[in-house]
């Protein structure tokens, strides 16, 4: 041991110290990411059931395979947006400079693809995604606002930080 501290480490800093509540936001957001990408497994009938009602010529096995497409594409988003909420909570707290405007950029890109799954239609006319899983989905981009505004008001608050 050299003494010298980790090159990180969650240890309160400074720049923690002053991040805090983003950081909590920011946690508060992985945990809710983490409960959207657990619902459509759980509510796999709701799905189910949701296509149904917007294809009733389809098979039964047409509609399980919709039912796993959907899934698959709700576990790949789910997992980037961990991805995300990890790398946001590392580089604010590893006190990098450029966290500040890319936690705001992973949150416009996130609210879009939300808003996206929430309103948009498929070839029934009906929304592709039931609509609780669609509200579910926006419910990470929630701490997401807060967190970027915390953020970026700190750096307007205080010019001379990073």
């Known amino acids: 041991m050299t003494g010298r501290p980790a090159p990180y480490s969650w240890a309160r800093t400074p720049e923690t110290q002053h991040n805090g509540p983003a950081i909590a936001a920011m946690f508060a957001g992985l945990t809710v990411t983490i409960v959207a990408l657990v619902v459509p497994y759980l509510d796999r009938a709701g799905l189910v059931s949701h296509i149904r009602a917007g294809y009733p010529s389809y098979s039964a096995a047409r509609i399980d395979t919709a039912a796993d497409n959907y ?17 946001a909570v590392w580089t604010v707290t ?3 400079g450029w966290a500040r405007w890319a936690t705001a950029g992973i949150f416009a890109i996130a609210t879009t693809v939300a808003l996206t799954d929430l309103l ?5 006319g009906d929304t592709g995604l039931p ?32």
Request: net charge positive; proline share 5%; charged share 15%.
């Open 71 to 87: 899934l698959i594409y709700l576990t790949i988003v789910g997992v980037l947006g961990v991805f995300c909420w990890l790398a």
């Open 94 to 96: 590893a006190g990098m």
């Open 120 to 124: 948009i239609r498929d070839t029934s």
């Open 131 to 162: 609509p609780l899983l669609g509200w579910i989905g926006l419910l990470p981009c929630l701490a997401g606002l807060v967190a970027a505004g915390l953020l970026l008001r700190r750096r307007h608050a205080d010019p001379k930080d990073n």
